[in-house]
């Protein structure tokens, strides 16, 4: 059975659903790159502290920061017994994943499947545009779709040549889509 998976897929596919449904029957550690940075930013920790100061000024946080929340993360869990891991909405661009690749190579963890959750854009963006957020209309929806796609293709080909990446059809009902990635872990 896989324990060490990363989701990839375009915005409105259901990552983050897909991936606390499989976190939560599998016993896998969650690892949102947003949830994780929201977390430290409220434990106070140096490492929150840092990230506070950065999202304060309106800037993105470093690839560095997020890679150093990740790597306090999957420590702890490795101090407290294993498990297993899902990464959801990290790396985006393959720079981010040479230096993830790195990290978990140091840590004796390496990536065992790479979801790549598949859906049409007309079904993404009636899934976006749905979700009633304010910033979701059609033009910034093509335009996160189009930017996805330039930061991910590569992506795609990097795990693709590691033999890791298994594309899964994303429409349909969340239970059709959870059943068919669970199959893909044994």
Known sequence: MKQRVLFL????????????LLAGSRQLLHLSTGDLLRAE?????ALGQEAAAVM???E?????????????RLEQQ????????????????VPQAE???SLLEE???QIELVVLMELDDA????RLLGRGREDDNQEVIRHRLEVYRDQTAPLIRFYGDRGLLQPVDASGEVESVSQRIDALLG
């Open 60 to 72: 993105l946080v470093s690839d560095a920061l997020v890679l150093a929340i990740v790597r306090s």
């Open 123 to 126: 079904v993404l963006l009636q």
């Open 41 to 45: 930013v409220a434990a106070g920790s």
């Open 99 to 101: 230096a993830l690749e």
């Open 78 to 93: 490795a101090a407290s017994g294993g498990g297993g891991w899902l990464l959801d909405g990290f790396p985006r661009n």
């Open 9 to 20: 897929g375009p915005p409105g596919a259901g990552k983050g659903t897909q991936a606390q």
């Open 107 to 109: 840590l004796g963890q």
């Open 56 to 58: 304060a000024r309106g």
